[in-house]
């Protein structure tokens, strides 16, 4: 199993960068990575494939994050409905 997730946050435009989260996003994509560099790289693909329209009314924010050990809820996904 994989220790590193990519994490794709799709947030509202009006939510600064540094208040969009997990808590705050509209929609969360996760892919496991198993290297920094293959977390980078799944989250330049989830990126191109969000498909978010122009404009300022969302907007992507992409992280690599470190699984959640056992005993620790897994990963949130969300979608938007």
Known sequence: MSDLLSVALVCAG???AQDCSRDTALDIIVAPAHSPMECLM??????AQAGLPGGGDRYLKIACEHRRSEGQPGPLVRRAS
């Open 42 to 47: 799944h989250a330049q693909t989830m990126a």
């Open 14 to 16: 009006t939510l600064l």
